[in-house]
C-alpha cells in the first residue's frame, strides 16, 4: 500500500502564498501519476493538478491556471503544489492521490490511494 501525508497548509491572506506538500511512503515512489484535489465545505470534490512520474507532463483545472504549479521530486518520494495569488475561493482541504497505474487523469476515480488532507484557509 501507499501513504500519503499531505502538509503546508494554514491561514493566508488573499494574494498570498503556499507550498502543499505530499510525501508517500509504504511503498517505492515509482511510475504513479499524482494528482491534488481540494473539496470545500458543501461541494464537490474538484480536481486542481497532476503531474506524471516523470514531471514533465502536467494537468491543472483552468480555475488555478496561472496560480497554482505542481511539480515533483522522485528521490524525496515527494509531490508539491505552489499556490500562488490565492483567493478566499480556494479555501478548501487540499488532497494528494496517486495513481498506481500511471496513465494519467483528472478524475478522482481513477487514483488509488489518498492522504489525509491539509486545510487551506485564504481570508479576504
Known amino acids: 500500500q501507499v501513504q500519503l501525508v499531505e502538509s503546508g497548509g494554514g491561514l493566508v491572506q488573499a494574494g498570498g502564498s503556499l507550498r502543499l506538500s505530499c510525501e508517500a511512503s509504504?511503498?517505492?515512489?515509482?511510475?504513479?501519476?499524482m494528482g491534488w484535489f481540494r473539496q470545500a465545505p458543501g461541494k464537490e470534490r474538484e480536481f486542481v493538478a497532476a503531474?506524471?512520474?516523470?514531471?514533465?507532463?502536467?494537468w491543472s483545472a483552468d480555475s488555478v491556471k496561472g496560480r497554482f504549479t505542481i511539480s515533483r521530486d522522485n528521490a524525496k518520494n515527494t509531490v508539491y503544489l505552489q499556490l500562488n495569488n490565492l483567493k478566499p475561493e480556494d479555501t478548501a482541504v487540499y488532497y494528494c492521490?496517486?495513481?498506481?497505474?500511471?496513465?494519467?487523469?483528472?478524475?478522482?476515480?481513477?487514483?488509488?490511494?489518498w492522504g489525509q488532507g491539509t486545510q487551506v484557509t485564504v481570508s479576504s
Open positions: 492521490a496517486a495513481d498506481l497505474q500511471g496513465s494519467g487523469s483528472a478524475l478522482s476515480a481513477h487514483y488509488d490511494y
Open positions: 509504504g511503498r517505492s515512489f515509482r511510475r504513479y501519476t
Open positions: 503531474i506524471k512520474w516523470s514531471g514533465t507532463s502536467t
